[in-house]
């Protein structure tokens, strides 16, 4: 397997360990987190990347905008993402993923 997937899944293990042990988190965080791996992983493990409030509700099963739009502000807050509104429906938000993962 290529040695920088290796590397991404192993980072992306860690925060899922991190996730496990922080009690703010609901499952929709980490459905909605798993969905954001999913786009990630699809862009090539590219950071940022744009992403949809569409696909991501649909990656994660979360059926509620208001929802969705708490749970990555959250995400973005404590520190698992860092989320770059756009605003426009068509354009997508950017995501910054975590550079400094302990692997």
Request: hydrophobic letters at 35%.
């Amino acid at each position: 397997m290529n040695k920088k997937i290796v590397k991404e899944l192993a980072g992306y293990a860690s925060l899922l360990k991190r996730m496990e042990k922080d009690n703010r988190l609901l499952p929709t965080h980490l459905g909605l987190f798993t969905g954001l791996f999913i786009c990630w992983q699809r862009n090539g493990f590219v950071s940022p990347f744009g992403v949809t409030r569409k696909t991501l509700m649909a990656f994660s099963k979360v059926a509620s905008i208001a929802t969705y739009h708490k749970c990555i502000k959250e995400l973005d807050e404590y520190g698992y993402i860092h989320y770059e509104p756009s605003y426009h429906p068509r354009l997508g938000s950017q995501i910054h993923w975590p550079t400094d993962l302990e692997v």
